[in-house]
């Protein structure tokens, strides 16, 4: 554990540096920011998962983003701002959008807007348009200040992993790969930023997260439409399987009559959700509502494949709120 002014914290070279959420520590900010101009990756906390970010509009530092990740790469990545205002510089913003921002920002919500020409292709892969998000956490927000660049950055795991929601999770998957890596303990979400188009008439839900998409339909007085195929293509992160432990993710709905998976052992699984389960299995995750457990389930998937377990079976949540975002991320999991 480093202190705060500890000058252990400054070496040059280390790569993983603590920072205190509340108070960040405007030369460690720096250092990372130096990283970020000098076209490197910074991985960094924000509200909802850590990001591995780069310069946004740097071709040549996003694609080390996807070198990192083992990323597709026509996969397009948000680019996180510090105000509302620096939206304008990188796209089309309506007024609807503009209300949007203001209602919404800085918190976990990503807008997909008309890209303006200047916005690398390799943050768009090539789509017309660009997504943008203004996180709610301070060491985001001042590291994208002190870079003076939109940070275009994904979630900091390996592609196909589940997303890291504390530092110890970013080191794992890509501690070879980064410059820096700022530690701020644990995420609150837990669960990616939800997605929406706003480019068409109607507002499309391209990937459910932390805002719950009943607040947005109340917001907009509207139904989200859920995208259909060709939408899907315009969002090519969700074709992909993700999200992933290395072990196998079985499926559970309580219920009278509902059985576990017949293919699994209690003994030799793991098991997460918020019903207590009546089998003994060898670890049991319990949360108390679905916000913890959006918060702790990509870290309860990383638990259980270091305890050496072969499968882990977690509960279908409910779809409201967070647990639509839950639902995602646990059908994409197990594919089921
Ligand atoms: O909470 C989050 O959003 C985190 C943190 C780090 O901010 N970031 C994140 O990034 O989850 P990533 O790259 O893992 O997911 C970005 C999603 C993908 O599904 C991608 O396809 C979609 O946003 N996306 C990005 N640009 C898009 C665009 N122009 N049109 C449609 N979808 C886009
Ligand atoms: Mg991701």
């Known amino acids: 554990m480093f202190h705060l002014f500890d000058d252990t914290d400054m070496n040059a070279g280390r790569l993983r540096v603590n920072i205190d959420r509340w108070n960040p520590d405007p ?49 397009p990545l948000i680019l996180h701002l510090a105000a509302p205002e620096q939206a304008e510089l990188l796209a089309g913003v309506d007024g609807r959008a503009a209300d949007t921002m203001k209602a919404f920002w800085p918190g976990p919500l990503t807008l997909v807007l008309p890209a303006r020409a200047h916005v690398p292709k390799e943050v768009t892969a090539g789509l017309s348009t660009v997504a943008l998000r203004m996180p709610d956490h301070p060491v985001a927000l001042a590291l994208i200040e002190a870079a003076r660049c939109p940070i275009a950055a994904p979630s900091a795991n390996r592609s196909g992993r589940p997303s890291p929601t504390d530092a110890e999770a970013v080191e794992a998957d890509l501690g070879d790969r980064i410059d820096i890596l700022l530690d701020a303990g644990s995420v609150d979400v837990g669960l990616e930023s939800t997605v929406i188009d706003l480019t068409g008439r109607k507002i499309l839900l391209l990937r459910p997260g932390g805002t719950p998409a009943e607040r947005l339909e109340e917001f907009f007085g509207e139904p989200l439409e859920t995208p259909g195929d060709d939408a899907k293509r315009r969002s090519p992160g969700t074709r992909y399987r993700h999200y992933a432990p290395a072990l196998p993710v079985y499926v559970w709905t309580p219920g009278e009559g509902e059985k576990m998976p017949r293919s699994i052992d209690p003994s030799t699984s793991g098991f997460m959700g918020m019903t207590p389960p009546s089998e003994n299995f060898a670890r049991t995750i319990l949360f108390d509502s679905e916000k913890s457990y959006a918060r702790g389930m990509f870290a309860g998937f990383r638990h259980f494949e270091a305890e050496g377990l072969l499968h882990i079976v977690v509960e279908w949540p409910r779809s409201q709120g967070i647990g639509l975002a839950l639902q995602d991320r646990i059908r994409r999991a197990s594919a089921c």
């Open 27 to 75: 030369r460690i900010i720096a250092r990372a920011a130096r990283v970020l101009r000098g076209g490197g990756l910074a991985a960094f906390p924000t509200e909802t998962v850590y990001g591995l970010g780069a310069n946004g509009l740097s071709p040549d530092a996003v694609n080390k983003i996807f070198r990192a990740k083992g990323r597709p790469t026509d996969n």
